[in-house]
Structures are given as C-alpha cells and as structure tokens.
C-alpha cells in the first residue's frame, strides 16, 4: 500500500465537526503535517505534530496521534464554509533531507 | 512576508517541446523541492536540492530533470515534454536541519501539453 494514505472525499454541513484521517506506515517518522490547499492556490502548512506528543490544539483545530495504529487526525470543530479546501496528511521522512511524504489528500466539502 | 514564487501560473505546451519551470525564494532557504499534483494521487516528489549544484532524485525523476546554481533558484525541466507530464507542479522551500522541516510551497504551474 501506499506510505500516507487518505480517504479522498469528506462532506459536512456548516456548524458540524469534520475529522479527516491519515494513516501511515514509517514509525520512524518524526514530525506528521497537515497541509491546506485553497483552490487555485498552494499548500500552507496548518499544523504539525511531533512524534512524541499524543494530541496538539490550536483554535478550531486538534490533531490526535496514534504511534501504535499509525493514526493521525485532524479534526476541525464548528466547521465553515471557508474550511472547503484539499486537506494533505504528511510525514518527515527518515533522513535528513527534510523531505516530506504526502498523503493523497482529502477534499473537505462543506454545505451551508 | 515569506515568499516562493513560480514564474507561470499556466503554460501550455505541445509533445516534445523543451518546458523551464522556474521557481525563486526569498527566505535563504537550503532545501529546495520540486513536485507534481494529481487528482487521487496527492504530492509526489521528483527531484529535490539541498545546496547549490547539489540535487537528487525523489520517487518520480523520469523525463524531469533539474538545475541549481543559485541558492535562491531552483529550475525543472522537462527535456521532451509527453502528455503524461500535464499536471500541476509545485515548487517549495526549506531549512534544513533537525527543526519543524515546514515546506513553504509556490502557488504551482499547471502545465498542458498537447
């Protein structure tokens, strides 16, 4: 399979929580990244984790770390309609390169 | 404010022709990354640098190729443009080191080729 993976679609209504899901295979992996991507537009970094922290909150945004499953999630709460965008999931990878292993991306659609 | 700029937003091109993708970045950064964008496929790196006229392959090198000899410039080239390379392309930027390794992205350059 692949590295990071993605479910690619996730539609919510205007108000409700929206938790988009990541899994990956590399334990060794020292930092995992949520990526937002506006149509027309590139990739700006919203949030990270590092491996040894188990939750991050920032705002509207938590991440949930699961080491032992490989889990990574975003949850975004009182979702918006400016929240639609393409969602990316990525790791570090091992060497010191300081490339970075993207998911598929999910395309987060929210109703009003 | 922190900035990659790529120098063209779309492009369209014909099978064979000879494409530059150019991308600059004012942040003095080490680690200069190029990727492709397609739908169901996410960011799949095809090469990247980490100093000038230093560059290596990522997962996808194939009919790319890539040169370095400014710290602030990274250039793709695609030698024979197929129409397997129509995609999105981004260009992106980083310190190197044990830190965050955040990837500051270009806007992208959505390349057509007929």
């Known amino acids: 399979g692949e590295d990071v993976e993605q479910s690619l679609f996730l539609s919510v209504r205007e108000g409700d929580s929206s938790v988009i899901n990541c899994t990956y295979t590399d334990s060794s992996s020292t930092y995992l990244y949520w990526y937002k991507q506006e149509p027309g537009a590139g990739l700006q970094l919203l949030t990270y984790i590092f491996s040894n922290m188990d939750m991050k909150q920032d705002q509207r945004l938590t991440v949930l770390l699961n080491k032992k499953d490989k889990h990574l999630s975003l949850r975004i709460a009182d979702t918006q309609t400016g929240d639609s965008a393409i969602y990316f999931c990525?790791?570090?990878?091992?060497?010191?390169?300081?490339?970075?292993?993207f998911g598929q991306g999910t395309t987060l659609q929210v109703k009003p | 404010d922190v900035k990659v700029t790529q120098s063209s937003r779309y492009l369209v091109k014909r099978t064979g022709e000879k494409v530059f993708l150019e991308c600059v970045q004012d942040?003095?950064?080490?680690?200069m990354f190029w990727y492709r964008q397609d739908p169901g496929l996410g960011l799949r790196l095809i090469y990247f640098s980490y100093d000038v006229k230093m560059k290596e392959k990522g997962d996808i090198p194939e009919g790319y190729s890539v040169s370095r000899e400014k710290k602030e410039r990274f250039s793709l080239i695609l030698e024979s443009a197929s129409t397997n390379q129509t995609s999105m392309y981004l260009c992106a930027s980083s310190l190197p080191g044990p830190g965050t390794g955040e990837l500051f992205f270009g806007e992208g350059s959505r390349l057509t080729v007929l």
């Open positions: 942040m003095d950064h080490e680690n």
């Open positions: 990525a790791r570090r990878g091992s060497s010191n390169t300081g490339k970075l292993i």
